[in-house]
């Protein structure tokens, strides 16, 4: 009778296998069961993240039209982070400020001193991209704010999440799309908002996401709502696009995934790698 071994000699090839080999036969052992709602709720994340860009470009849009004054702008931008820090301790009612030991003097020095210092180069943030075209300077902002989505931690795990790179190439493109604005305090007011915006901002939402779930959903529509309000003042058309982009990304890809998932067929048995299970760390010693 054949046996599965290697060790003793058989009068069968090396490649036999009798029929018992197909009985340990496993399909789809670790395939995921997704729920609609769950995967919508999930895309969240995406969906906000693109408004957040689409805000952005939105409002250095407005500034560089000349339709938005710097000190309006900051006033808003101020007001808002004032609601969010309130709204941040709120949430889990001040826990996660205890566990991490840091005071609210702190926060205010630290906010201080990004100020200050993004205030004085401000001139020199306005004057840094006076040698590059301009068509240049866009074609990187579009570069670095896709690559900010891209990099962007959604909350998978995976090789590709960098949050320190996406925060990076998302407060370079400010940077860029800011030299192009008429004077320095543009420049300043502008970095500023992309850092509450880029920064802040997914803070806040993931916050909410694992502590009130209705109120982050509330928080995403009116969000999307936002979003699509300021680009439809820009362009019709970029928002009717902007708005199809987001429903294929909250409900078609969703329920795309959840039908592709009904045709996975992944097979497991004895012809996969061996698994060492047991703890040989007493072998170190």
Not at 187 to 192: E, G, L, N, S
Request: aromatic share 12%.
């Amino acid at each position: 009778r054949w046996q599965k071994v290697l060790y003793e000699r058989q009068p069968f090839p090396d490649n036999y296998v009798d029929q018992r080999f197909l009985e340990e036969l496993r399909k789809n052992v670790h395939a995921r069961r997704y729920r609609y709602r769950a995967v919508v709720f999930q895309s969240g994340a995406v969906v906000q993240q693109l408004c957040s860009v689409c805000v952005f470009v939105v409002t250095w849009w407005y500034m560089d039209a000349g339709m938005l004054s710097p000190q309006g702008l900051f006033g808003a931008a101020l007001v808002t982070s004032l609601l969010g820090y309130v709204l941040f301790d709120a949430v889990d009612g001040g826990a996660g400020r205890r566990e991490s030991g840091r005071t609210r003097w702190a926060d205010l020095k630290s906010t201080l001193v990004f100020a200050a210092f993004t205030y004085g180069f401000s001139p020199v943030l306005k004057t840094l991209t006076e040698s590059i075209s301009t068509d240049t300077i866009y074609a990187m902002s579009a570069l670095m704010l896709l690559g900010h989505l891209i990099f962007f931690d959604y909350g998978a795990n995976a090789a590709i999440v960098s949050s320190t790179l996406s925060l990076n190439m998302a407060i370079f493109a400010s940077v860029c799309l800011a030299s192009r604005l008429p004077r320095s305090l543009h420049a300043f007011v502008m970095v500023t908002f992309a850092m509450q915006i880029f920064a802040l901002w997914p803070m806040l939402q993931k916050k909410l996401k694992a502590r009130t779930p209705r109120c982050y959903v509330g928080v995403t529509v009116l969000f999307v709502l936002a979003a699509l309000g300021g680009l439809a003042t820009v362009s019709s058309v970029g928002a009717v696009l902007f708005a199809s982009l987001l429903l294929a990304i909250s409900c078609l890809c969703p329920y795309c995934l959840i039908r592709l998932q009904l045709l996975k067929d992944n097979i497991h048995g004895p012809w996969d790698e061996a698994e060492i299970k047991e703890d040989l760390s007493r072998f170190l010693m």
